[in-house]
């Protein structure tokens, strides 16, 4: 049985990566990603997100998420669950103290966020944007020991 939490996320993903202009549209779209839901439960779910509607490139309103920096639209939409199964990193670069990681558009924060909330000690802060990540990391650290605690974040991170 799939979990509230992954019926959210799922909704974050649909309404970043397609324009989505009703409830309805909303229902089918998670229909088709295998939740069978309400309109009632729904609607409750798109109020927690704080989903709101704005006019799209072509005129027409589409449900949008508040915070556009995390869930960025995306060109070239792919279901839900493909995006789910992907951390969102692409590469690892370093240069002296400071850590590069690109990110696929959109995904920057929430793997910087994540990163932040694993108190790892080599590292002393982080800055996103929206596909890149600047880790500031402590003199004389190792690139092996900061990517071996990267990983317990980045699973395919190498």
Partial sequence: MKTKNERIETIKMLIS????????????????????????????????????????MNGAYVYVLPNETMYKRVTTPRTAKEMLQHSGFISVNFAGNICVIKTRPGYASSIA??????????????????????????????????????????????
Avoid at 27 to 39: P, S
């Fill in 113 to 158: 966020y994540n990163i932040d909330n694993c108190h790892i000690p080599y590292i002393l802060g982080t800055i996103a944007g929206d596909d890149t990540i600047i880790l500031v990391i402590k003199e004389g650290t190792p690139k092996k020991a900061v990517i071996e605690e990267l990983g317990v974040v980045i699973p395919n991170i190498h």
């Fill in 17 to 56: 990566s397609k324009e989505l202009g009703s409830q309805e549209e909303v229902l089918k779209a998670l229909k088709d990603e295998g939740y069978k839901v309400t309109q009632a439960t729904l609607s409750r779910d798109l109020k927690q997100l704080k989903v709101a509607k704005a006019a799209s």
